[in-house]
């Protein structure tokens, strides 16, 4: 998955309250090497912007955002493939039951 663009306007993912997990992400400036720590969103863009207006000055505010890859996305597609599973084996398991 390509990184998301940094920008003033819009947003192109969900913010970790949205998810309900907690999302770290690090920003990287579009002029320089310059990176965030691993930070919230709102942080991490607070830390970009300042970074921006002290070395590129009169520079729009670029870059691209780098999302952590944690626990909860590495099982999150599992977890609920797991969960549609179960709810269709247990009816037909109980209804194989019955019939019998």
Known sequence: MPP???????RTALSGAAEGIAVQYRYWCGECGFSTGWTGETEGRLQL?????????????GGHRER???RAD???G????LCVGL????PAVVLLVLLV
């Open 49 to 61: 912007l300042r970074h921006c207006r002290r070395w590129h000055r009169g520079i729009p505010v």
């Open 4 to 10: 998301d663009r940094v920008s003033g306007t819009g």
């Open 78 to 81: 599992c977890l609920v493939a």
């Open 74 to 76: 590495r099982w999150g």
């Open 87 to 90: 709810a269709l084996v247990v």
């Open 68 to 70: 952590a890859r944690g």
